[in-house]
């Protein structure tokens, strides 16, 4: 009886430690993200990932174990996400965990489906390439599809390694490619010890052997990063606003005078529409120093989340509206039915959400030609490629408060450092509660304010470096490869299915 019971509970004990391991693995995979960047998580987690898909005896039980992979990196690595609702959590405290579950599940289910269909592959080798070439295709789904969201995808973890050196060249699908290349052969490491151990020992190889590139030239060019350090419950509350306005133009009043002035995201806490005192204020502080800042604005029933550029003389005389928008923070799609559960934008504070802007722009400076980047706009690679012309620096100006003080900001400072690297511009990156920074074209941090800290920052421009290949190409170079990878897989596993 005892023995007949052990057999039964077998299967429910397999499926338990399989999915117990499979979740674990994603949360170790996610320590190499910010701000710990464990690298030995990455082999670590990789490989003993794809060990175990080697084993699961069918597509369901594949797909299954990329789900739960996924789950809990995401889950983990992307736990920020619950500090929006922290803001006012006697309204929005109880969404926290649907969203971080919804959110984590949402994006697992693309390495689902790479691991379901690498799965119908039998021969581990073949698999194990299968797995490598699926999964690099989902993260360009993730990237681009349904608005698309690639944060904590593989190229992060390489930001402050020689591996870095590769972006411009081959963009972050590439740096992803070549990081699963690398480690999923491990894999296969009971089978074929020998074999299995060439792919991560070139690779070490490899970054021995990467040359670190060179400091840039600085200009003449000193721009003062502003950063007011204005907590999200505190930012819009009449009692505090005008303190934080206050601190700003004391940072920008101080001498020496710098070539430009940013400020961050909404740092002017009123719409354009009536702002017409506060940026007298301003451009007074300023004395004739060009200003950048954030601010909301209206036109009728339409709002938009701008960043516009006071002039020597105090005018107002460019505007760019941010065009890609956070679902569910900025704008809420099918947002009249949502409202009626009181869900809205949570970084909307102006009408039921923004509108969307009309596209890139070029911002002429006094210090050059900017690509002006709101947020999370910094987030995707193909919208700095859009760019009508290519610029001499990147603008970014964030409020990171919405992410929180540990993670969710210096992930995103992390996607900021890529920009730059991968289009070999510098970066100007202005946060409302940090990470400040003049991100140089190699993506390396020049000058910052780190997080949580009121301040400024009076930073040398440094000077473009010459158009890069992933600047020119984009992202289509990889994606066609590993379509005709795919295609050598297709086929490779139909003529051995035929030959068996």
Request: with cysteine; aromatic share 12%.
């Amino acid at each position: 009886m005892i023995a007949v019971q052990r057999l039964a509970n077998g299967p429910i004990l397999i499926w338990s430690a399989t999915t117990l391991l499979s979740l674990g693995l994603g949360i170790v995979l996610a320590l190499a993200l910010a701000p710990l960047q464990y690298l030995w998580a990455v082999p670590f987690a990789l490989g003993l990932v794809s060990l175990q898909f080697l084993r699961a005896s069918s597509v369901r039980s594949g797909a299954w174990i990329g789900w739960l992979f996924g789950l809990g990196y995401f889950g983990f690595g992307m736990s920020w996400i619950v500090e929006p609702f922290q803001v006012d959590p006697d309204r929005h405290a109880w969404m926290a965990p649907f969203a971080l579950f919804f959110l984590a599940g949402g994006l697992a289910l693309f390495w689902a489906v790479a691991f379901g269909v690498a799965a119908r592959v039998s021969l581990s080798s073949l698999r194990v390439l299968a797995l490598i070439v699926a999964w690099s295709l989902a993260e360009f789904g993730r990237a681009y599809l349904f608005s698309g969201l690639p944060w904590a995808a593989f190229g992060q973890f390489w930001i402050d390694s020689p591996a870095a050196v590769l972006l411009p060249w081959i963009g972050p699908h590439g740096l992803a490619f070549l990081t699963l290349a690398t480690v999923l052969p491990l894999g296969l490491l009971p089978r074929s010890p020998v074999l299995t151990g060439i792919p991560p020992l070139l690779a070490l190889f490899a970054m021995v052997l990467l040359p670190s590139p060179a400091d840039p030239v600085l200009t003449q060019k000193v721009v003062r990063l502003v950063q007011p350090n204005a907590p999200q419950d505190q930012k819009w509350r009449p009692d505090y606003r005008w303190g934080f306005v206050r601190r700003q133009l004391g940072y920008t009043s101080a001498m020496p005078r710098p070539d430009l002035v940013v400020w961050p995201e909404t740092a002017v806490p009123q719409l354009l529409n009536y702002a017409d005192e506060t940026l007298a204020a301003i451009a007074n502080a300023a004395d004739g120093v060009p200003v950048i800042t954030g601010i909301q604005r209206s036109e009728g029933l339409r709002y938009f989340n701008s960043l516009l550029v006071l002039d020597e003389q105090g005018a107002t005389n460019q505007i760019y509206d941010k065009t890609h928008l956070v679902p569910f923070g900025e704008y809420v799609p099918f947002g009249d039915f949502l409202a009626r559960f009181g869900i809205a934008g949570f970084a909307s504070q102006a009408g039921s959400g923004y509108t969307s802007g009309q596209g890139a722009q070029i911002l002429d400076l006094t210090i050059g030609k900017a690509l002006p980047l709101i947020c999370y706009e910094a987030v995707f690679p193909q919208l700095v490629n859009k760019a009508p012309e290519r610029p001499d620096m990147l603008v970014q100006i964030t409020n990171d408060a919405w992410f929180g003080i540990y993670s969710g900001p210096y992930q995103h400072l992390v996607q900021a450092q890529m920009r730059a690297a991968e289009q070999g511009l510098p970066m100007i990156r202005v946060a409302n509660t940090g990470v400040s920074a003049m991100i140089d074209g190699h993506g390396r941090i020049r000058e910052s304010l780190p997080l949580g800290e009121a301040g400024f920052v009076d930073a040398v421009l440094p000077q473009p470096l010459p158009p890069t290949l992933y600047s020119r190409v984009g992202d289509l170079p990889v994606f066609l490869f590993l379509l005709l990878l795919a295609g050598f897989v297709g086929w490779r596993h139909r003529f051995i299915a035929i030959r068996t």
